[in-house]
């Protein structure tokens, strides 16, 4: 079950972040990808029950940045999703790719830091470790889309089950 709902995650970032760039890698002269920092926020929705009272699945939002390290494909990223009991709070490193222009995919990991054990946010109950993947498009000048999903790893408390949430959203770039 796991690997289906990562594998669906990977597939859905990647079409996500096509369809919000609105074109395809198709010209070697054109320049991939972006090097965009930006902070924006949006919406989030963890699809996952840990089995307990308390840790049902939960709709939010985020707040999410990224800033990219200098000649390199890595970037350090940082994530807020909160719901109404509590939020989990993300640093995260990430590799990215460039897919098309102005238009990256990436795959990260990190740590989730739930402010309140027990309570429920978008990404479980409890800290764990944590891997997203997504996409993010620069769609105008100082604008930037982007969508991910989350897997926190043992997540819930009294529980061995996973969490997983998906978030959407605008930023700007800096």
């Given at each position: 079950m796991k690997s289906v709902l990562f594998h669906s995650t990977v597939m859905l970032a990647t079409l996500s972040t096509l369809l919000f760039s609105g074109q395809f890698a198709h010209a070697q002269s054109v320049e991939k990808g972006t090097d965009a920092a930006y902070i924006g926020g949006g919406l989030s929705a963890g699809v996952t029950n840990g089995g307990q009272n308390g840790d049902a699945a939960n709709l939010g939002g985020n707040i999410q940045g990224r800033y990219q390290i200098e000649d390199t494909p890595v970037s350090v990223r940082?994530?807020?999703?909160?719901?109404?009991?509590?939020?989990?709070?993300?640093?995260?490193?990430?590799?990215?790719?460039?897919?098309?222009?102005?238009?990256?995919?990436?795959?990260?990991?990190?740590?989730?830091?739930?402010?309140?054990?027990?309570?429920p946010s978008p990404l479980g109950n409890r800290d764990s470790f944590m891997v997203t993947v997504g996409g993010e498009s620069q769609v105008a000048e100082n604008i930037v889309v982007y969508g991910d999903g989350k897997w926190g790893i043992n997540a819930y408390e009294n529980s061995s089950a996973d969490a997983l949430s998906f978030q959407a959203g605008v930023g700007y770039r800096f």
């Open positions: 940082g994530a807020i999703l909160f719901g109404e009991e509590t939020s989990a709070i993300m640093p995260m490193v990430s590799y990215d790719l460039p897919v098309a222009q102005n238009t990256n995919v990436y795959v990260g990991a990190g740590y989730s830091f739930v402010e309140a054990d027990g309570q």
